[in-house]
């Protein structure tokens, strides 16, 4: 069925298990030309659902180009007008509601749905008495995951709540059902210290932040010995648990919080801007809505029946999805669903949420200064390190840095230079002294790596923790050996993210992402500061 699809890659590199990396994907008929073709901005989960992307797409004779990104940048394409994309498909209805000021959008309506759930390994689930051998569970609220966190039984990865509808929903939800009311936030709660504090205290179990859901399930499965917990989609639990029970590992169980629960309902809309495909995109649309493209929704994990249900539950390969020994409950009453908050309510708690609730982070900037990056290179890291620290410019997309959040700059060229360290929110001569630095000197990766693993504190438990690396070169490889060797024996979990400019060593760059469990991005074209605030996503 996707033998028709194919796929272009725009705006990253693998490294790891870095899948986030491929931005846009192609669907085309398979048989006969395609009639026209609609650019949709589109949240990565639905690289999940590309068999049913292709029926649509076969049956309506319409091809669609799917550019996968966050679900603010798909909030700020609308603000924008739509720029250049033809349809949205976000993961939440909330994002066209936040982002279609202009009123553009036409014609959305859901394509499936999906709760937000915690994915727990079934020893970590059974060693907290919310599932059974059987992976039957017990009614777990979001007060008894706060228990966990506090005693230190508990920690888990999720997305970035103010870059991926995933975190934004849980953390909705966690906020929401905290008031113990069934009423959507207000901005009185947001002001509330009682509920703020214990918000805080549950997103101090997160161990590990991403930027998008589909790669952070790619982490997990790739590493079930380290991380035994996430917050994500349903769906993508679903297919982790596809993934793991092939390669033998524990399953992931489900456990639905029983106070409140976030419901991804993947809406698709038209964007007017007057390109005068509408009737292309109703073909589609109408497409996407028939049995057989349910179908596909259904065996990829998705629910497409009324109230979250199953439309067709008796199929065997459905069955196979949602599977009762995995925790997945096909009753819709599983799903207490919690009410959105308004708008200007959801932008708010975003902010409360960057500047005062996540877990702080400590990042490392290892930036190449070598001459090769004199010029454009080090202007466009430059402008992209402003975009990610400047507290003015960052909180556009928020990713501003908090009072407690700890950014260090190391230059590098030929060796390391002596660390540039900010606190909180006061990153001024930091960013005055990567813009005022000369890039001279040759390359050298491994020694502004070693540099950052020797200024790290001894205890890092109250923060997520990164390391960024930015070069436009290759490394001499003599010190590589003796620095993963540091690596590994320091018994850190640190991922090391890389920015790779002009000449940069792909090869080089994904050994390092795949030593850390972290990924490379591709900051060789496009938007420089777009790529620095995808980083921030993943810290």
């Known amino acids: 069925m996707l033998a028709a699809c194919s796929v272009s890659f725009n705006g990253g590199s693998n490294g790891g298990n870095g899948a986030d990396s491929d931005k846009v994907q192609t669907f085309e008929p398979a048989k006969g030309k395609a009639e026209a073709t609609l650019n949709i901005a ?95 569970t017990t009614p777990v609220k979001t007060a008894d995951i706060l228990a966990a966190v506090s005693s230190g039984k508990l920690k888990f990865s999720m997305t970035s709540a103010t870059q991926s509808n995933s975190g934004a929903s849980a953390y909705l939800a966690f906020m929401t059902a905290l008031t113990g009311r069934d009423e959507p936030l207000t901005a009185a709660d947001l002001n509330d210290a009682k509920l703020t504090n214990q918000v805080a205290a549950l997103l101090k179990g997160v161990d590990r932040s991403s930027g998008s859901s589909d790669w952070l399930k790619d982490m997990v499965v790739a590493n079930p010995d380290r991380f035994d917990s996430m917050v994500n989609y349903e769906s993508l639990v679903i297919q982790a648990d596809k993934q793991l029970d092939k390669a033998g590992h524990d399953p992931l169980v489900a456990i639905y919080p029983a106070d409140g629960i976030a419901v991804s309902d993947s809406p698709l809309g038209y964007v007017d801007r007057g390109q005068n495909l509408d009737d292309a995109f109703a073909k589609f649309q109408k497409a996407l809505s028939s049995k057989d ?200 979990d640190l991922p090391i993210f890389s920015i790779m400019f002009g000449e940069a060593d792909p090869s080089q760059l994904n050994e390092l992402a795949k030593l850390s469990n972290a990924k490379v991005f591709d900051g060789r074209s496009g938007d420089l500061a777009a790529v620095f605030r995808q980083v921030k996503g993943f810290n």
Not at 56 to 75: E, K, Q, R
Not at 95 to 110: E, L, N, Q, Y
Not at 370 to 382: A, I, L, P, Q, T
Request: hydrophobic letters at 35%; glycine letters at 10%; charged letters at 20%.
């Open 42 to 136: 589109s949240g990565s989960e639905n690289k999940e659902v590309a068999d049913a992307i292709q029926q649509a797409v076969d049956d309506s004779g319409v091809a669609v180009t799917m550019n996968y990104m966050g679900s603010l940048d798909i909030m700020g394409a609308l603000k924008n007008g739509g720029d250049k994309y033809d349809a949205v498909w976000p993961a939440s209805s909330m994002w066209i509601s936040m982002g279609d000021t202009k009123h553009i959008v036409k014609d959305a309506a859901s394509t499936s749905t999906t709760p937000i759930v915690f994915g727990i390994a079934k020893s970590k689930a059974e060693q907290l008495g919310w599932a059974d051998s059987s992976g039957k």
């Open 293 to 492: 493209a349910k179908l596909l929704f259904e065996r990829a994990g998705r629910r497409t029946g009324l109230g979250g249900t199953l439309a067709y539950g008796s199929d065997d390969q459905v069955k196979q999805s949602f599977r009762a020994e995995w925790g997945i409950s096909t009753s819709a009453d599983t799903l207490k669903t919690i009410a959105l908050p308004a708008a200007s309510v959801i932008d708010q708690a975003l902010t409360v949420y960057q500047t005062k609730l996540r877990k702080p982070s400590y990042t490392i900037w290892v930036v190449d200064y070598s001459g090769s990056m004199s010029g454009d290179g080090k202007d466009g890291v430059v402008r992209g390190l402003t975009s990610a620290l400047d507290p003015t410019q960052s909180a556009r997309y928020h990713i501003e840095p908090s009072s407690e959040d700890v950014n260090v700059l190391i230059p590098f060229s030929s060796a390391a230079e002596t660390p540039v360290t900010a606190r909180g929110t006061d990153t001024g001569d930091l960013l005055r002294q990567a813009e005022d630095r000369a890039a001279t000197g040759g390359t050298n990766i491994y020694d502004g790596l070693s540099s950052a693993l020797s200024i790290l504190p001894n205890d890092l438990s109250d923060y997520t923790t990164a390391i960024v690396l930015m070069t436009d070169g290759q490394s001499e490889t003599l010190d590589k050996s003796s620095f993963e060797s540091r690596y590994r024996s320091s018994g850190r």
